[in-house]
């Protein structure tokens, strides 16, 4: 029996690989990409040992860096970004190719790079799920809906997917309404193939039908179907611009554009057969089957080339299709493995069939269709013996499939739901009377009753709003006067003072437009240090806050600069500081907060992770915000967590790994043993900080208290809980006020506890990254939502 699993799974592995659609558009995965705001065009080289990138614009050919293998690239307007083969990562270019690494991650692997007019969304690989980054203040959405995605593509401002179980189209973005409409314009139509341009979307159905929908000011969305031509039927066969489509038609190959007001059309690619288009704004571009060059034309194609007047660009060769290690089920493209250069083959697409329009019959047998011209003949024997092979697989592999479903149903290992947690934060707890012991660095022992084993996993992906690149940008922000400032608090009356930071007193203020601010005013001492003091943490938050935009961050609004006078100005935060409501003395019935409960406080400080998480891994370099604390985490209306004071931040080492010999500081109680004992400054110091806000925020204590059994002595909080917890008193520490936790709560907060327990490890080196914290916060929240959803099912029924 455990033969046929493997086998079935081998069989699921070669499937999935293979039929997964890849798009090609105005932003979307491909081997060719244009930046149009500066008419650049970009392909991967083939026939190299590294699939490197290579683009020609303005100022003529240039290889791109970082200098590695990419499976596919796209464009936007002002840039555009590669997925590194494997998908662990990606990089986005500027105008002058730029780069800069947005995504890494050693496990958790990338498909369907799609760039839209300032976005980048992606599907994880191994949930399919879609995660988006960039985009305007750097937070363009994810996905509300959690379905797994087939394939993407992007538009401007909007962003388009095929969902895997019932392949209708999900659409979403800053612009609603466009991506709304092309949503429900589809309706229920299954699709196979999508692609975006600027305002409007074109793909084939799975009847066969193209069908398109969205803007048509210029005729876009009306594809000549009453001509003799025929379409391809394959996601590499359309692109669409600001107003125009393409796509590849006709048996030999020659390309088909329709909308654009006619300036897309011409006699460029007359005779000419075309592996796969990709538009700009106004014009578009193909890779030619004969000799992978690259031609563009249309009325926005105004570059100098040099060349001749067939509009073929100064590119090398260009792969037709990502170099793959997989399977391929429908055939492998003539001569792969010199494209490749002997690192995997390049797959044909299965959807590569012949259509016509408006006579869609995919069930009616057809003749074989006469090979491209400029390709081999023997493609198509080749293809029709692949497609077989492909479907007695497929039919030994569902038998198979049956048999293993069986097989689960009567042992009953398909019935127990495994929950996965990430193996860097695995210490385990023993409850009761046990008697725990702790060896050098490895996992604490022995095991908690919940669970035997811990495995790892990826983060949550698709319930993320992950970090997206840093947005640093050399933009300041707004400059007020100090009258300006005065005015808006009262002249700084004591009412509307609602806290201290790193270098002043903050004040409650209302600006003259009526929005809502906190504003940090420095203290003007005599004495020399503390101005200066003052000064360093002033410029370092300004440095800061001005260039690094996210959700997680409090956002800086501006700054005064006058004399002596320092004043920063930030968004309000209307519900105030974590530590507040953890420490404040109103705070003592269940009802007099709504983070009295463990949903909410495990939702908090995750928002206050993914802020941290977006200073150590997306910004460039690194930052070390040096003072984590409850007080510096604030909830806004929404009771939303975001990270603030940025007087003490560093910039950390740009090489992971490397630390730096710093004089320590930060907050006593929260302060890295590691730090302050020997200077050394890692990302893993704020690790340590948010260690303790995890067991503030369980225990209700705080980070310095008295210790009764002591005599009332002062004691750091972490000195006093972590025996405790380890020797299985955890639910004697909890704060009575939230209430004790059941059920898949009661093992949420035992996650948040082992993953504290790691963090305010005394050496840095045995701490987890600050992503594997959040992949277990994300799960302990996931955790209680189950619980939610559980109660209000026992409740209904």
Same mark, same amino acid.
């Given at each position: 029996?455990?033969?046929?699993?493997?086998?079935?799974?081998?069989?699921?592995?070669?499937?999935?690989?293979?039929?997964?659609?890849?798009?090609?558009?105005?932003?979307?995965?491909?081997?060719?990409?244009?930046?149009?705001?500066?008419?650049?065009?970009?392909?991967?080289?083939?026939?190299?040992?590294?699939?490197?990138?290579?683009?020609?614009?303005?100022?003529?050919?240039?290889?791109?860096?970082?200098?590695?293998?990419?499976?596919?690239?796209?464009?936007?307007?002002?840039?555009?970004?590669?997925?590194?083969?494997?998908?662990?990562?990606?990089?986005?270019?500027?105008?002058?190719?730029?780069?800069?690494?947005?995504?890494?991650?050693?496990?958790?692997?990338?498909?369907?790079?799609?760039?839209?007019?300032?976005?980048?969304?992606?599907?994880?690989?191994?949930?399919?799920?879609?995660?988006?980054?960039?985009?305007?203040?750097?937070?363009?959405?994810?996905?509300?809906?959690?379905?797994?995605?087939?394939?993407?593509?992007?538009?401007?401002?909007?962003?388009?997917?095929?969902?895997?179980?019932? !392949?209708?189209?999900?659409?979403?973005?800053?612009?609603?309404?466009?991506?709304?409409?092309? !949503?429900?314009?589809?309706?229920?139509?299954?699709?196979?193939?999508?692609?975006?341009?600027?305002?409007?979307?074109?793909?084939?159905?799975?009847?066969?039908?193209?069908?398109?929908?969205?803007?048509?000011?210029?005729?876009?969305?009306?594809?000549?179907?009453?001509?003799?031509?025929?379409?391809?039927?394959?996601?590499?066969?359309?692109?669409?611009?600001?107003?125009?489509?393409?796509?590849?038609?006709?048996?030999?190959?020659?390309?088909?554009?329709?909308?654009?007001?006619?300036?897309?059309?011409?006699?460029?690619?007359?005779?000419?057969?075309?592996?796969?288009?990709?538009?700009?704004?106004?014009?578009?571009?193909?890779?030619?089957?004969?000799?992978?060059?690259?031609?563009?034309?249309?009325?926005?194609?105004?570059?100098?080339?040099?060349?001749?007047?067939?509009?073929?660009?100064?590119? @090398?060769?260009?792969? @037709?299709?990502?170099?793959?290690?997989?399977?391929?089920?429908?055939?492998?493209?003539?001569?792969?493995?010199?494209?490749?250069?002997?690192?995997?083959?390049?797959?044909? !697409?299965?959807?590569?069939?012949?259509?016509?329009?408006?006579?869609?019959?995919?069930?009616?047998?057809?003749?074989?269709?006469?090979?491209?011209?400029?390709?081999? @003949?023997?493609?198509?024997?080749?293809?029709?013996?692949?497609?077989?092979?492909?479907?007695?697989?497929?039919?030994?592999?569902?038998?198979?499939?049956?048999?293993?479903?069986?097989?689960?149903?009567?042992?009953?290992?398909?019935?127990?739901?495994?929950?996965?947690?990430?193996?860097?934060?695995?210490?385990?707890?023993?409850?009761?009377?046990?008697?725990?012991? !702790?060896?050098?660095?490895?996992?604490?022992?022995?095991?908690?009753?919940?669970?035997?084993?811990?495995?790892?996993?990826?983060?949550?992906?698709?319930?993320?709003?992950?970090?997206?690149?840093?947005?640093?940008?050399?933009?300041?922000?707004?400059?007020?006067?100090?009258?300006?400032?005065?005015?808006?608090?009262?002249?700084?009356?004591?009412?509307?003072?609602?806290?201290?930071?790193?270098?002043?007193?903050?004040?409650?203020?209302?600006?003259?437009?009526?929005?809502?601010?906190?504003?940090?005013?420095?203290?003007?001492?005599?004495?020399?240090?503390?101005?200066?003091?003052?000064?360093?943490?002033?410029?370092?938050?300004?440095?800061?806050?001005?260039?690094?935009?996210?959700?997680?961050?409090?956002?800086?609004?501006?700054?005064?600069?006058?004399?002596?006078?320092?004043?920063?100005?930030?968004?309000?935060?209307?519900?105030?500081?974590?530590?507040?409501?953890?420490?404040?003395?109103?705070?003592?019935?269940?009802?007099?907060?709504?983070?009295?409960?463990?949903?909410?406080?495990?939702?908090?400080?995750?928002?206050?992770?993914?802020?941290?998480?977006?200073?150590?891994?997306?910004?460039?370099?690194?930052?070390?915000?040096?003072?984590?604390?409850?007080?510096?985490?604030?909830?806004?209306?929404?009771?939303?967590?975001?990270?603030?004071?940025?007087?003490?931040?560093?910039?950390? @080492?740009?090489?992971?790994?490397?630390?730096?010999?710093?004089?320590?500081?930060?907050?006593?109680?929260?302060?890295?043993?590691?730090?302050?004992?020997?200077?050394?400054?890692?990302?893993?110091?704020?690790?340590?900080?948010?260690?303790?806000?995890?067991?503030?925020?369980?225990?209700?204590?705080?980070?310095?208290?008295?210790?009764?059994?002591?005599?009332?002595?002062?004691?750091?909080?972490?000195?006093?809980?972590?025996?405790?917890?380890?020797?299985?008193?955890?639910?004697?520490?909890?704060?009575?006020?939230?209430?004790?936790?059941?059920?898949?709560?009661?093992?949420?907060?035992?996650?948040?506890?082992?993953?504290?327990?790691?963090?305010?490890?005394?050496?840095?080196?045995?701490?987890?990254?600050?992503?594997?914290?959040?992949?277990?916060?994300?799960?302990?929240?996931?955790?209680?939502?189950?619980?939610?959803?559980?109660?209000?099912?026992?409740?209904?029924?």
């Amino acid at each position: 029996m455990k033969i046929i699993i493997i086998i079935t799974l081998l069989i699921t592995v070669i499937f999935i690989t293979d039929v997964t659609v890849l798009v090609n558009g105005y932003g979307s995965s491909s081997t060719l990409a244009i930046s149009y705001g500066s008419q650049t065009v970009c392909g991967i080289v083939a026939a190299e040992s590294r699939q490197g990138v290579q683009c020609f614009g303005r100022n003529g050919s240039v290889l791109l860096q970082p200098n590695i293998s990419y499976e596919g690239i796209s464009g936007g307007r002002d840039f555009f970004c590669g997925l590194s083969s494997g998908g662990l990562s990606f990089f986005c270019w500027d105008s002058v190719f730029t780069f800069k690494r947005v995504y890494y991650n050693s496990t958790v692997r990338l498909r369907d790079l799609s760039v839209g007019e300032d976005h980048v969304c992606a599907i994880y690989v191994d949930t399919g799920f879609v995660d988006c980054w960039r985009g305007q203040n750097g937070n363009f959405p994810s996905p509300v809906i959690r379905e797994k995605f087939v394939s993407l593509t992007s538009g401007r401002g909007f962003s388009c997917g095929i969902l895997s179980g019932s !392949q209708r189209i999900h659409c979403w973005g800053v612009r609603n309404d466009t991506a709304f409409g092309i !949503q429900n314009s589809f309706g229920n139509i299954s699709m196979l193939s999508l692609n975006a341009g600027d305002s409007h979307v074109c793909g084939f159905s799975t009847n066969g039908s193209l069908i398109c929908n969205g803007n048509n000011e210029s005729g876009q969305l009306d594809f000549p179907s009453s001509s003799n031509s025929t379409l391809v039927l394959g996601s590499s066969s359309l692109a669409l611009g600001l107003n125009h489509s393409c796509a590849i038609g006709k048996v030999n190959g020659s390309v088909v554009c329709w909308g654009g007001n006619g300036g897309v059309t011409g006699n460029a690619t007359q005779g000419i057969s075309f592996e796969s288009v990709v538009a700009g704004s106004n014009f578009t571009c193909g890779l030619t089957t004969a000799n992978l060059s690259v031609i563009c034309w249309g009325a926005g194609f105004s570059m100098n080339t040099t060349t001749n007047s067939s509009n073929v660009l100064p590119l @090398p060769k260009i792969i @037709p299709g990502p170099c793959t290690q997989s399977l391929c089920s429908c055939g492998v493209y003539p001569d792969s493995d010199t494209l490749c250069s002997g690192s995997g083959n390049i797959c044909r !697409q299965c959807e590569n069939n012949i259509i016509t329009p408006s006579t869609p019959s995919p069930l009616s047998p057809s003749p074989s269709p006469p090979p491209r011209e400029g390709s081999k @003949p023997s493609f198509w024997t080749a293809r029709n013996k692949g497609l077989l092979a492909f479907a007695i697989v497929g039919s030994v592999g569902t038998l198979f499939g049956i048999c293993t479903v069986i097989y689960c149903l009567w042992t009953g290992i398909c019935c127990c739901r495994q929950k996965k947690i990430h193996n860097s934060v695995q210490p385990t707890i023993t409850r009761g009377n046990s008697n725990p012991t !702790q060896s050098g660095s490895g996992p604490l022992t022995p095991p908690f009753s919940r669970s035997s084993t811990i495995r790892r996993q990826s983060s949550r992906a698709m319930r993320r709003q992950r970090s997206g690149t840093s947005s640093i940008r050399g933009d300041r922000a707004q400059e007020f006067s100090l009258s300006d400032l005065a005015l808006a608090t009262n002249q700084f009356a004591l009412e509307n003072k609602i806290g201290g930071g790193s270098f002043g007193l903050v004040y409650k203020g209302k600006l003259s437009d009526g929005r809502k601010v906190a504003i940090k005013r420095g203290e003007n001492s005599s004495k020399l240090k503390k101005l200066q003091e003052n000064e360093s943490a002033f410029q370092s938050e300004l440095e800061f806050l001005s260039r690094l935009h996210h959700k997680h961050l409090v956002g800086l609004v501006g700054f005064c600069e006058e004399k002596d006078e320092r004043l920063l100005v930030y968004e309000y935060m209307k519900n105030g500081a974590l530590y507040d409501h953890l420490h404040s003395t109103s705070n003592v019935e269940k009802s007099s907060s709504i983070l009295n409960s463990w949903k909410m406080r495990i939702k908090v400080v995750l928002d206050a992770a993914r802020g941290l998480e977006y200073l150590h891994v997306y910004a460039v370099p690194p930052i070390i915000h040096r003072d984590i604390k409850s007080s510096n985490i604030l909830l806004d209306a929404t009771w939303t967590g975001k990270v603030s004071d940025f007087g003490l931040s560093l910039m950390g @080492p740009e090489v992971e790994g490397e630390s730096m010999s710093m004089k320590a500081a930060g907050t006593v109680g929260y302060m890295d043993p590691e730090y302050y004992g020997l200077n050394i400054l890692t990302p893993k110091t704020d690790i340590y900080c948010l260690g303790v806000v995890l067991l503030e925020v369980l225990t209700g204590k705080r980070a310095i208290l008295k210790d009764e059994e002591d005599g009332g002595n002062l004691i750091r909080m972490v000195e006093f809980v972590v025996p405790k917890i380890m020797s299985g008193e955890l639910w004697d520490l909890l704060d009575v006020r939230v209430g004790k936790p059941e059920g898949n709560e009661a093992e949420a907060v035992e996650l948040v506890a082992y993953t504290a327990l790691r963090c305010v490890s005394v050496e840095g080196k045995d701490r987890p990254t600050i992503s594997d914290i959040v992949a277990n916060l994300d799960r302990a929240l996931l955790l209680c939502e189950e619980m939610e959803f559980d109660e209000i099912t026992i409740v209904s029924e």
